[in-house]
């Protein structure tokens, strides 16, 4: 859909900015973590046991630790990378504790971080049907963002959303030991998370208060 700006009633379109580049696009979001995403900057190209971390950012609200990748390579996969990146958080609670506690700041303990709440956020001025249909889980601890700059000096930050009645990441988890070990310790909280363990009755009753205030 074009993007116009008002010029004394006359519409102009503004173009997209074909070429961006990644590290244009590391360097606004590490400038403005907690404006796009409500998260504090931590580090920025944390690298540990061959795998480096572009942005590392910390969710005060879920207490826990948010890894940011930016990519123009339309070929990789984002479960493979994600699943990756969470792995290595997870296996190396320690050290990412280390890095943040070096900023001199607040003082995190290992024992004060959800690691159930950990998640990767992909960031690209686009994805691939391919990478777009790969993140379709209710449950996964991947997002996918894509930043695209504009003529007029703006950008927009879009989070590519899943269907709401998507399939669980635990249905396939047999297929990979690395998404299974990680599965053992996230948690993706949802609209269905909430009911676990209550009755019909109270399903039933929110059900109608939604479909009231949510026509």
Sequence with gaps: ?????????IL???????????????RLVENNMQTIFGIEFVTSEFELNNLRVDTLGFDKESNSFIIIEYKRDK?????????AYLALLLN??????????????????KDSVDWTQSKVIFVSPSFTTY???????????IELWEAKLFSNNTILFNQ????????SINKISQRSELVKSVN??????????HFEGSDDYIKHLYSEVKEAICP
């Design 1 to 9: 859909m074009p993007i116009f700006t008002i010029d004394k009633g």
């Design 12 to 26: 102009k379109e503004i173009s997209e900015r074909p070429t961006v580049l990644e590290k244009d696009i590391q």
């Design 131 to 141: 990478q777009r249909k790969a993140i379709e889980f209710k449950d996964l601890p």
């Design 75 to 83: 070929n990789f996969s984002v479960i493979d990378q994600g699943y």
């Design 184 to 193: 053992k310790q996230v948690r993706v909280y949802n609209e269905d998370s």
């Design 92 to 109: 190396n609670k320690a050290e990412f504790i280390l890095r943040y506690n070096e900023r001199g700041k607040n003082q995190l303990r």
């Design 160 to 167: 590519i959303q899943s269907p709401e009645k998507s399939e």
